[in-house]
């Protein structure tokens, strides 16, 4: 048991964790039902059905579904009026639609540092950053662990700034039982094949405001209205609609998700509790507002003087050869191809967020959430895993 697997010894574990996505006859039914019904788009009951209830689980008045995720943060930005110029503060440690999505307003994204414990925006840096040309913040609930939206949403309040919360990882996610998605002015999600929920593709905005609810409606349906006639207009748009089919996936989908957050949460805090006995493995902070976590990934810090001084890469490398399967994540945002020319005055390539890049280059490890979908049994294998690298390393 004590040669690491790396170096030809018996991996802790061979069999496999649950697999991703998870379906059964519900989702063939509902696929049935769709191809029978012989309305594949729009106007399936499905859709409208699927938007209710998204809309009445996230606890706000709209929903709207749409191709994707980085769909839902482009028309949300369109909704609240962000264009050529206009500064979006977002954090560096997010993927990269995060910032994608404000590049292709023409408007300016700019970086904060994130908290060293949970690699979600800080609040304070935010509020460092505002100038006059501010009009939007997105805080992006990193791994599905809500940002500290008491800061921020006061932040924004002080100097009337736009809030897009970046929901794509956190379905389900509280901050002091308010679901995320419902607490800034504009929530987006993604329902991409790794997702909490998912349909292979697709992504939701979600509002209480039904004037931005109207706007949005319009630019993911070519500009129209919802009660004026086929052909009439108002405003540009395009053909952002998802399709029944994956209406009809999410509303099977759905029937599991609560199950599932839940198994999730109860492995992702008792994994925390045992990681946390380990010296130089720090699992991500986990605030007490947090009433509810998506566990989109467990992430932990590792820290390589407490391992023999082996990079973090070597550690990844262990685990995956002890049968824990595990990744490094993120690249800072800012270090993408993206940002190679300065944009709106700002040049990327003088940008070092310390704490993003420690997260990046040292310190995070990722499991996956279908991990966290398995027994406790299988939670104490990744423990045991950790701890024979630890003192084997
Ligand atoms: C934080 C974050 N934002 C935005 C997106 C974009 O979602 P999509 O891939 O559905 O466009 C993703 C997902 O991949 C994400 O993880």
Same mark, same amino acid.
């Given at each position: 048991?004590?040669?690491?697997? =790396?170096?030809?010894?018996?991996?802790?574990?061979?069999?496999?964790?649950?697999?991703?996505?998870?379906?059964?006859?519900?989702?063939?039914?509902? %696929?049935?039902?769709?191809?029978?019904?012989?309305?594949?788009? &729009?106007?399936?009951?499905?859709?409208?059905?699927?938007?209710?209830?998204?809309?009445?689980?996230?606890?706000?008045?709209?929903?709207? =579904?749409?191709?994707?995720?980085?769909?839902?943060?482009?028309?949300?930005?369109?909704?609240?009026?962000?264009?050529?110029?206009?500064?979006?503060?977002?954090?560096?440690?997010?993927?990269?639609?995060?910032?994608?999505?404000?590049?292709?307003?023409?408007?300016?994204?700019?970086?904060?540092?994130?908290?060293?414990?949970?690699?979600?925006?800080?609040?304070?840096?935010?509020?460092?950053?505002?100038?006059?040309?501010?009009?939007? $913040?997105?805080? $992006?609930?990193?791994?599905?662990?809500?940002?500290?939206?008491?800061?921020?949403?006061?932040?924004?309040?002080?100097?009337?700034?736009?809030?897009?919360?970046?929901?794509?990882?956190?379905?389900?996610?509280?901050?002091?039982?308010?679901?995320?998605?419902?607490?800034?002015?504009?929530?987006?999600?993604?329902?991409?094949?790794?997702?909490? =929920?998912?349909?292979?593709?697709?992504?939701?905005?979600?509002?209480?405001?039904?004037? &931005?609810?109207?706007?949005?409606?319009?630019?993911?349906?070519?500009?129209?209205?919802?009660?004026?006639?086929?052909?009439?207009?108002?405003?540009?748009?395009?053909?952002?609609?998802?399709?029944?089919?994956?209406?009809?996936?999410?509303?099977?989908?759905?029937?599991? =998700?609560?199950?599932?957050?839940?198994?999730?949460?109860?492995?992702?805090?008792? #994994?925390?509790?045992?990681?946390?006995?380990?010296?130089?493995?720090?699992?991500?902070?986990?605030?007490?507002?947090?009433?509810?976590?998506?566990?989109?990934?467990?992430?932990?810090?590792?820290?390589?003087?407490?391992?023999?001084?082996?990079?973090?890469?070597?550690? %990844?490398e262990a685990l995956s050869a002890e049968g824990i399967p595990c990744s490094r994540g993120y690249h800072p945002l800012y270090k993408h191809d993206m940002f190679r020319k300065p944009i709106g005055g700002i040049d990327y390539s003088k940008i070092? %967020?310390?704490?993003?890049?420690?997260?990046?280059?040292?310190?995070?490890?990722? #499991?996956?959430?279908?991990?966290?979908?398995?027994?406790?049994?299988?939670?104490?294998?990744?423990?045991?895993?950790?701890?024979?690298?630890?003192?084997?390393?």
């Amino acid at each position: 048991m004590s040669k690491l697997a =790396l170096d030809g010894g018996k991996p802790v574990r061979t069999k496999a964790f649950p697999g991703w996505p998870i379906w059964d006859e519900t989702e063939k039914k509902s %696929l049935m039902e769709t191809l029978e019904s012989g309305q594949w788009g &729009l106007y399936n009951s499905k859709i409208s059905e699927f938007e209710k209830k998204y809309a009445d689980f996230v606890g706000v008045n709209h929903c709207i =579904l749409v191709t994707s995720g980085t769909t839902a943060l482009v028309i949300s930005l369109i909704a609240g009026g962000i264009g050529e110029g206009d500064e979006v503060i977002i954090p560096p440690y997010t993927f990269t639609a995060t910032a994608a999505a404000v590049l292709m307003m023409n408007a300016v994204p700019v970086f904060v540092d994130v908290d060293p414990g949970t690699y979600n925006m800080a609040p304070e840096e935010f509020e460092k950053a505002i100038t006059e040309r501010t009009k939007a $913040v997105i805080p $992006v609930h990193i791994a599905g662990g809500p940002a500290d939206m008491d800061a921020i949403m006061a932040v924004a309040k002080k100097h009337d700034i736009f809030v897009i919360e970046d929901a794509c990882q956190a379905h389900a996610a509280e901050w002091k039982d308010q679901k995320v998605g419902g607490i800034g002015n504009m929530g987006c999600f993604s329902f991409q094949a790794s997702k909490n =929920l998912c349909a292979g593709e697709g992504g939701a905005i979600t509002t209480n405001d039904p004037e &931005l609810a109207d706007r949005a409606w319009a630019y993911h349906n070519c500009g129209r209205s919802q009660d004026a006639s086929r052909y009439e207009t108002y405003g540009l748009g395009a053909n952002f609609r998802m399709t029944a089919w994956q209406a009809a996936i999410l509303l099977s989908q759905m029937t599991r =998700l609560e199950e599932q957050t839940k198994t999730r949460n109860e492995n992702g805090v008792y #994994l925390s509790e045992k990681l946390a006995e380990i010296e130089g493995i720090t699992p991500a902070r986990r605030d007490e507002a947090i009433t509810c976590h998506a566990y989109h990934l467990y992430m932990f810090q590792y820290d390589s003087s407490k391992f023999n001084n082996k990079p973090r890469e070597k550690f %990844l490398e262990a685990l995956s050869a002890e049968g824990i399967p595990c990744s490094r994540g993120y690249h800072p945002l800012y270090k993408h191809d993206m940002f190679r020319k300065p944009i709106g005055g700002i040049d990327y390539s003088k940008i070092n %967020l310390p704490v993003t890049e420690k997260a990046c280059n040292e310190e995070a490890v990722w #499991l996956k959430q279908s991990t966290l979908l398995g027994t406790k049994e299988d939670m104490d294998d990744i423990i045991t895993a950790v701890k024979k690298i630890k003192d084997n390393f």
